[in-house]
């Protein structure tokens, strides 16, 4: 059933940028796309928004269909329309960050998506559609709010050491820190609390472990 | 000419907040809309997408149709799309701010708007659509950045004194500050400097006139 309009309309999808901290670094969730456009490529999950269904709806029901996953909190990043970001047609797509601590993840591909995998984002394959840029300023925002309690409680898995949570800071930022900077910032932050236990691993002496204060 | 489509399409509109600062206190440029729906009632400034057209340039184009403003930088809100937020289809609007110093703004109505003014942001007249909810995210934005000497370049006027700064601050923040923490935070952004002038009124000492760094 055709749809008619008596001026020209853009198509409004959604995409949904996952980053979990994998080995101590950060990593996004990929989708290989299955059709054309750019059919077998990596592509952050999305797709078309219910012309009923509200922005971040369409973002949960989309990233769930494609790889699996139900998104926790969603952060909108912004919207991105490029004229020619799209050979189908106008698509103007907004964009969600999702954060997911690595030992909750469990992908399953769905929908339009042939496959679904973490990539570490400073070692990803080509992507499709303007989804480098996307992706790149994702990456940025990130940044911007990791001084903030959400980040750890959400990316960091249940429980960790300071030099993992530390490797994981500078991982997301780019950068390397000062050990003794990065505790002092962190104390400031009171984002943390020891769970009691400790991990020992090799010969070294066993290190505390750590989970975020809720 | 219609346009067909085999699946729905929202329409998409961009809406351009401009923020100025008006006798210290922070104020907003809307228009009055001259078309249903919510004729008569004040609105952000903006309207529809071209189909070939970034979103920046559209928010650029709507705002100078609608107030005779050209914008400088352009900063994306978001997109705001709640199914039931315009009565005439679905409609996706993009939200960019702009600010402007308040001694080069020359307002004037055109296009579907019947008026253009400022009004202060704690004296708003009812607003049309979810334009309310949306000028409140945009102040919250705007709070976010007030640390950063971008606001301070765009937002004051050519020249101005510390106590007009303060209270323009202030006005954003919601909350009164200390003169003197003020003053250090002040030096520390290290975004405004003296003009060599000073201005005289009434019976005070004469104050010290100052510009933002470029």
Redesign the interface.
Known sequence: ????????????TVDVVVFAISDGRLAVVLIRRAQWPHAGKWAIPGG??G?????KRAAWRELREETGLKAGHLE?L??F???DRDPRE?V?T?VYISLAAVDRLRLEAGSDAADAKLFFVDELPELAFDHARILGHAVERLRDRLDTQGVVQRLMPQSFTLTELQRACESISGAPTDKRNFRKKLRALDAVEPTGEVRRDGPHRPAQLYRAKR
């Open positions: 059933m055709p749809y008619t309009y008596d001026h020209p309309h853009p198509a409004v078309f928004v012309i009923d269904e509200s922005l909108q912004g919207a329309g490029r004229p106008r103007i907004v």
